[in-house]
T-cell receptor, first 112, second 112 residues
């Protein structure tokens, strides 16, 4: 069963614009992670935010977590063509320290 | 090369045949995972392993068998392939001290 639900399913923006993706989940979590998947490739970890954190930055990435709403957002600023990929959120439940539960992903297309 | 590799990268087989997908990691990570990725489902955990000789079922284990006699290898066997097992299979690993998972490049399996 999916824990995370990403929104939107697909997003197409112009290069240079900001891209925001959202993730909602159902149960209490230990942490939430975002991964990127380029077409035909494996997933690459982007950022991890713990349940006691509200915001985290990594380069052009900004992640927020609202545990009261059971939701997270990933913001990519100043998007580039190379950011074209699918983005997935994954949660680690409080009752499990190793199982990631995945959403279906947001497909991001950056138009040059 | 160091990292996590999967073989074969592409496989076509017929219904009823046995197929083994290989996963090898050079980091000596304790945990290893097998996922399948289907359109609209994100990643679903098939089996995982916390150490050599320790394996456990994930969300969708039916029709699959795993073994882990050595830390670095985690083969996944489809005992009698079915069309519904057509998918992209990803292997991942992580060390004890980290919650990030590291993914292989995937195996695309087509069952005719």
């Amino acid at each position: 069963s999916q824990q995370g639900e990403e929104d939107p399913q697909a997003l197409s923006i112009q290069e240079g614009e900001n891209a925001t993706m959202n993730c909602s989940y159902k149960t209490s979590i230990n942490n939430l992670q975002w991964y990127r998947q380029n077409s035909g490739r494996g997933l690459v970890h982007l950022i991890l935010i713990r349940s006691n954190e509200r915001e985290k930055h990594s380069g052009r990435l900004r992640v927020t977590l609202d545990t009261s709403k059971k939701s997270s957002s990933l913001l990519i600023t100043a998007s580039r063509a190379a950011d074209t990929a699918s983005y997935f959120c994954a949660t680690v439940r409080m009752d499990s320290n190793y199982q990631l539960i995945w959403g279906a992903g947001t497909k991001l297309i950056i138009k040059p | 090369d160091a990292g996590i590799t999967q073989s074969p990268r592409y496989k076509i087989t017929e219904t009823g045949r046995q197929v083994t997908l290989m996963c090898h990691q050079t980091w000596s990570h304790s945990y290893m995972f097998w996922y399948r990725q289907d359109l609209g489902h994100g990643l679903r955990l098939i089996y995982y392993s916390a150490a050599a000789d320790i394996t456990d079922k994930g969300e969708v284990p039916d029709g699959y068998v795993v073994s882990r006699s050595k830390t670095e290898n985690f083969p996944l066997t489809l005992e009698s392939a079915t069309r519904s097992q057509t998918s992209v299979y990803f292997c991942a690993s992580r060390p004890d001290w980290e919650e990030t998972q590291y993914f292989g490049p995937g195996t695309r399996l087509l069952v005719l």
